[in-house]
Nanobody, 124 residues
Framework: QVQLVESGGGLVQPGGSLRLSCAAS????????MGWYRRAPGKQRELVAS???????NYADSVKGRFTISRDNARNTVSVQMNDLKPEDTAVYYC??????????????????WGQGTQVTVSA
């Protein structure tokens, strides 16, 4: 069974930094796209950053220049380094990965998986 396990959230002062990491396990195949989403209180979930297996990245405008996403294909992990954090970055952050899983006798099917969420609070 595929699982995504996140780590690294917490409380930080404005201007501080945090690093979130996520490890995928349970599939014999490497992940396709991986990324981070967040949901702030009273708001919809939004994409923070994503990265393809080849390393192409995409960022929300609100985090460009402050956040850096990276991945290790050999370990099936994805991380996001968050610098210059602002109070508006406060949210629950979720790891997402599109992972092929065995399907039928010889095929595979890509499915989306989510981590359990980790709280990031930016406050003085």
């Amino acid at each position: 069974q595929v699982q995504l396990v996140e780590s690294g959230g917490g409380l930080v002062q404005p201007g501080g930094s945090l690093r979130l990491s996520c490890a995928a396990s349970g599939s014999p195949f490497g992940a396709n796209d991986m990324g981070w989403y967040r949901r702030a209180p009273g708001k919809q979930r939004e994409l923070v950053a994503s990265i393809t297996r080849g390393g192409t990245t995409n960022y929300a405008d609100s985090v460009k220049g402050r956040f850096t996403i990276s991945r290790d294909n050999a370990r099936n992990t994805v991380s996001v380094q968050m610098n210059d954090l602002k109070p508006e970055d406060t949210a629950v952050y979720y790891c997402n990965a599109n992972i092929p899983v065995p399907w039928g006798p010889t095929g595979t099917r890509p499915l989306d998986y989510w981590g359990q969420g980790t709280q990031v609070t930016v406050s003085a």
